[in-house]
Structure formats: structure tokens, C-alpha cells
């Protein structure tokens, strides 16, 4: 990684990339802490100390939702439109095909994605606002709105100002993406959680002065997090190679083909992705529940028996993960498709036979290994939960919030993902010099 950091930083286009990169992550960074006016921060953060799943919801958006700033909303609007545009694909004829017009059709589907996002965002920021002001979280910004019921100018001023700093974040990382180096979204949750993760552990470290004691949860932690570290990056890199072979073909007077190949078929070829979508659409209905009926007894049995930390949550995480783990699968390795261009282009799979013997084989190797790494991804985002729970001394240490397995997965996957561009660039850079 830092040898790759080294040799990027040398090539001058890579050099701006990235320093745009880092420029507009600063930016994201600098907006987390622009409080919003009409919110008080005194009254949330007491809020956030009684809802557990809020603090979970926070960690996504590196703590600005409990402090009440200008990006408090986050990534999260976008991330739902883009997993409610995936299913709508799917079911959608019109939609399927336009995803299906290259360029064109995906910056249709890209700007239909950027207003289902703001919708969503729309909706958190109404019930944001309509929850918050039940529990006194609303300043008024204006006097005259001391005789008003309610203050409607001051509610619809903050509902703004949330979408708006929903919208900027969501345009940063679609700049990151097109200018910049990585997956800007990844990159904004990456960010994000490192810097929820670095307050909390933080915290945990200044109560060990408090009791020495908790100095040996600490290092259980620490421990534990490397051996995921290497766990996760072990399975990232892991992949199952199918040999190809190419005929030899006479074109005139020169002989083409003749070599061997491989596909490679990556384990975790699906990423993060999966979990981020589970979460995602998992916290959606208990974060409006919470948002606009907080007190409600729909909530409180929702809370009790399918929220946060239940054993049905747990259960139905594990199922969405398995469901996306397929779905992106499907979506990035298509085995009909593969098995045309092999044949096209004179090439087979040692003992199987061209065209349908050979996507059958590739889709049953598919299936295998996207089931392993659907299995990989729940042990994941699963067993590691309860083993920093145990650690975090009845909640002293605060670990399950620091560095969730998932917040692991999710800053490895994109460390890694990160690094593979920008080796990609370099060769690609080096390759294009070797031409001139």
C-alpha cells in the first residue's frame, strides 16, 4: 500500500487525483461540523443517549447526526435510492432497458437516482424535525414564532438546510468518483467511520484512567481487530481462477491465439456492497419509526422485537445479506455473457464443451463461491458484533459503537479497492508512457 502511494505520488495526473481526493473529503469533513441553526446539540446528544440505534445510525455519517451539523443526513438518502433503483430495474421493463443503453441510459437512471435520494432525504429531514421538536430539540429562529403553536418557519428552515446538506454530500461524491480516486460514496462512509471510530476509541482510553482494569479489554480488542484485518484482507484477495485456452488461427500470414488465460472469479467479488445495502434497508423503517412516532407503541414493539440488536434483526441481516450477495453477483458476472465472448473469440475451458455446457459451468462456479462469500460476509458482520459487545464492559468502553464488524469490513473493502485503482492508473500511466 505504501510502496503504491509512493510510486502514485510520483506520476503528476495520479498526484492531482488524489490531493482533489483529499480535498473534497476535507470538505465533507468541515461541513460535519457546521451546526445547523434551529437545532440544539445539548438536547440531541441526551436524545442519542437513550436510543442506542441512533448511535448506530451516527457511525454512517461520522458522528454529525447526533451533533446536529449540516451533513447529518449523510450519504444514506443516496445509498437507499440507489438500492431502491436496483430493485426497480429488475422489475421494471423501461427502466431495464435504458440500464441497458450505455451511457446514456445510465445517466438517465443516475439523475431518476439523485431525486428518489432527495425525496428520501426530504422525508428523513421532515422526520428528523417532527421527532426532534417532540423531545425539545427545536430552537425557534425567529421571535415572532414564540405565538405560534408550533414553529413551523424554524421546522421547514431546518428540513432545508438538512436537504441541502444531504444533496452537497451526495454531489462530493459524485465528484470523487468522476475526478478523483475510488468509489466516492465508499469514501464518504470510509471517512466517516474512521472518525466516529477515532472519538470513541478516544473515549475508551480515557476511562481506562478511571479503571485500570479495562486496559485488558483494550488489548482483547485491538487484537481482535487485527485478526479481522487479516481475516477480511485474506478473503478479499482470494479468488478462483478458471483456465482458458485459445485455439491458434491463421489470419493471413500470421498466426493468432495459442495462449492460455484464466477468469478470475473473486470471492467477496460483490464487496462491501452487500452489508451496506442490509444495513441500510433494515435501519430505513425502525429510523423513520424512531424519527416520527418515537413514543408510539408500534415502535416499541418494532424496537423490542424486530429492532437493533434483536435476534430477529440479527436473523434477517443474515437473509438480506445472502439476497444481495446474489443480486450483485448476478449483476457483475454474467456467465451467458462470458461464455459468448470465450467462443467468439475461438477460446474453451479445458474438458467443457463452447456455448451453453460452458455459462452452465461458470454460473455453478458462480453460485458456489458467491455462497461462500455471502457466508464470509455474515460471520462478518455477525460474530465480531457480539465479541466487542462482551469487551465494552456493559458499555463502558463503547466498542460496538467505535468499530463495528461491518465498519471494519466496510474500511478494509474500500482500503483495498482503493489501492487496486490506484495501481490500475499506475500501469495504465507507465504503459501509456512506454508507448510515446
Sequence with gaps: MLETLKNAFKTKEIRVKIFLTLALLLVYRIGCYIPVPGLSADAIGNIFEETSFLNILTSMSGGSLQSATLFSLGIL????AFIIMQLLTLVIPKLEKLSKEGDAGRRKITQITRYVALVLAAVQGIGIVVGWRS???????????????????????VIIILMAGSTMVMWLGERIT????GNGSSLIIFVGIIA???????????????EWTLIWNIIGFILIVVL???FIVFIDLAERRVTVQYSKQIKGNKMYGGQTTYIPIRVNGSGVMPIIFASSLLMFPQMIMAL???????????????GSGTAVYYVLLALFILFFSYFYAQIQFNPDDVS???????????????????SDFL?????????FGALFLMIIALVPTFIFQALSAGGQLGFGNAFSATGLLIVVSVALELNKQLESQIMMKHYKGFLK
Design 135 to 157: 423531545q425539545g430539540a427545536i430552537v425557534n429562529l425567529f421571535s415572532f414564532e414564540s405565538s405560534w403553536d408550533a414553529p413551523y418557519l424554524t421546522m421547514a428552515s
Design 228 to 230: 479481522i484485518f487479516v
Design 196 to 210: 466516529q471510530a477515532g472519538t470513541m476509541m478516544a473515549q475508551a482510553f480515557g476511562s481506562v484512567g478511571e
Design 77 to 80: 438518502p443516496f445509498i437507499n
Design 340 to 358: 459468448k465472448n470465450i467462443q467468439q473469440y475461438g477460446g474453451f475451458i479445458p474438458g467443457i464443451r463452447a456455448g451453453k455446457p460452458t
Design 363 to 371: 454460473r455453478k462456479i458462480s453460485n458456489r463461491i458467491t455462497l
Design 292 to 306: 416520527f412516532v418515537p413514543n408510539s407503541d408500534a415502535y416499541t414493539w418494532y424496537a423490542t422485537y424486530m
Design 178 to 181: 468522476e475526478y478523483g480516486i
